[in-house]
């Protein structure tokens, strides 16, 4: 293995002083002068570890002042109080109107869904979709319908052996995207009418899902640091105890909009609480390889006692988007899965799943991954120091801890929908926080995406973003002083 470099030991030493609290947000560190004759070594080096710690955004660069600690982010508190009762959702219209607003062609494209395609191995992919290709014999296109493609089935139930879950491959149906497999996940449990819990916020897909097959949302409030409230979720179950919901939708690792993770002991909770109510859970786990710890995290499936956990996955997000290949596990649901899939699209596409075995089989997901998150993270740093920079105060933000978007709470006052139309003018797109929630709410909410390699433009663009949320703060509060509360 090769040595830590200097800079980076004493980078890693300042971020675990600043963890520990010993360094404060906003106190000065030694000068690079200081610092260099106490350790008795080259500027070079100090300058290089605190800019390293600034573009992880814990240190904050003031002319002529020095190195100060930046501010930490102030943490959103959970703002939801959904309603108990079960209600129909009508999201669709805003959602497509918002997506169809261009957000990801747009030099900026903060409220884009995907990161970048830079920060994937698509000649790698491509290589590995001819090499799949010359493989395939005419018998194998239809052998493996519905299920899919046999060997990636395998090779996803090898990963899952990494996360210590012994699932088979016969119980893995692959799907076109997590979203089919989420999709026919639901409609597997319900009928029109049923009542279906959700996060609130939550993505948004999952609120138009529950549109489309004529059910009902239950909104459980989530926290933006550790997910759905237990508490809270418990209180409903009780609540509709006569009428039990038929399933729960929702995201226990890298929660899309919040970033949230729940702990281990959490996700176990969640499991035998919802099974001690009979309701079965659709674990959404798409963004659980983009983990920045060195531990990935257990999806909420590990602690199952009676198949009553259906875990979606997917390479969308940490592969090969475009392909549209993801899966679920469906335990003893697998064969009513595969005959949801067998109706609606017979099968998936053979080349993209046998390109992606190759790939697999091939040995460089790992080092990929490897990549990706330490890209991300350092995205994710440059972001939070962006929005702490250019930002109006009281601006809070989460600071997640995988995937790829920060959920940014503005202060009172400021509407992220006219925030959108402002800044998409400007080349700027954002995902204004009523696109999460099937009564709108969260207006003063933005989720943003660092998924982008981070340059001067998108700082640029950042702080455009924060003059604009300035200003619209600005005006509304002028427009209505006094019908605002927090
Ligand atoms: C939370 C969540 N689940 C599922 C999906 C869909 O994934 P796929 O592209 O694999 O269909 C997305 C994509 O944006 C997502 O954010």
Redesign the pocket.
């Known amino acids: 293995m090769k040595p830590t470099p200097l800079y980076q030991q004493l980078a890693d030493e300042l971020a675990a002083l600043m963890a520990s609290g010993t360094l404060r947000s906003g106190e000065r560190l030694p000068s690079i002068r200081q610092t260099r004759l106490a350790r008795g070594c080259s500027a070079a080096t100090v300058f290089q570890a605190y800019y390293l710690l600034e573009s992880r955004g814990l240190l904050r660069a003031a002319p002529r002042s020095g190195y100060f600690v930046a501010p930490t982010p102030i943490p959103v508190p959970m703002r939801s109080q959904p309603p108990a009762e079960a209600r129909p959702v009508e999201v669709s219209e805003l959602v497509f109107q918002l997506l169809g607003s261009g957000g990801h062609e747009v030099p900026a494209p903060f409220g884009s ?2 990161p970048s395609p830079a920060l994937f191995p698509l000649e790698k992919l491509r290589r590995a979709l001819v090499a799949g290709s010359r493989k395939m014999s005419p018998a194998q296109l239809t052998a493996d319908l519905p299920g899919g493609h046999e060997e990636l089935r395998r090779q996803i139930s090898l990963r899952y052996l990494r996360l210590g879950l012994a699932i088979s491959p016969d119980e893995i149906v692959l799907t ?7 999709n026919l996940s639901l409609q597997a449990l319900t009928r029109p009418g049923d009542a279906v819990l959700v996060e609130s916020p939550g ?1 948004y ?1 999952a609120l138009q899902a529950i549109e489309r097959l004529g059910l009902r949302a239950i909104e459980i409030p989530t926290d933006a640091a550790e997910g759905a409230d237990l508490d809270g979720l418990a209180a409903l179950l009780r609540q509709h105890a006569p009428n039990p919901p038929k399933a729960c939708w929702l ?1 226990s690792s890298f ?2 909009p919040l970033g949230s993770l729940m702990p281990p002991e959490k996700k176990r909770a969640l499991v035998a609480l919802l099974a001690a109510h009979d309701v079965t859970l659709i674990e ?1 786990d ?2 659980a390889e983009l983990h920045f710890s060195t531990q990935p995290p257990s999806p909420a499936k590990a602690f199952e006692r009676d198949g009553q956990v259906l875990h ?1 996955g ?4 940490c592969l090969a ?1 475009g392909y ?3 899966w679920v596990a469906a335990g003893r649901f697998a064969p009513q899965l595969q005959r949801l899939k067998l109706s609606s699209s017979l099968g998936g596409s053979w080349p993209a799943q046998a390109a992606l075995a190759e790939y697999l089989q091939g040995g460089g997901f790992d080092h990929h991954l490897r990549g990706l998150r330490a890209a991300l993270a350092q995205q994710r740093d440059a972001m939070l120091a962006a929005v702490a920079r250019h930002f109006p105060a009281g601006t809070r933000m989460t600071r997640p801890q995988g995937g790829y978007f920060l959920w940014v709470e503005l202060p009172d006052g400021c509407d992220s929908l006219a925030l959108h139309a402002q800044a998409l003018a400007e080349g700027i797109s954002l995902a204004p926080g009523p696109m999460f929630s099937a009564r709108h709410e969260f207006d003063r909410c933005l989720r943003l995406n660092y998924g982008q390699p981070w340059t001067a433009d998108l700082e640029h663009a950042m702080a455009r973003l924060g003059a604009l949320a300035l200003a619209c703060r600005k005006t509304s509060v002028n427009a209505w002083p006094t019908s605002r509360t927090d």
Do not use: I
């Open positions: 869904a995907f076109n995207g997590a979203l089919e497999a989420l993505f897909a995201m929660q899309n959404d798409v963004y979606c997917s390479f969308s997000k988007p549209r290949v993801g």
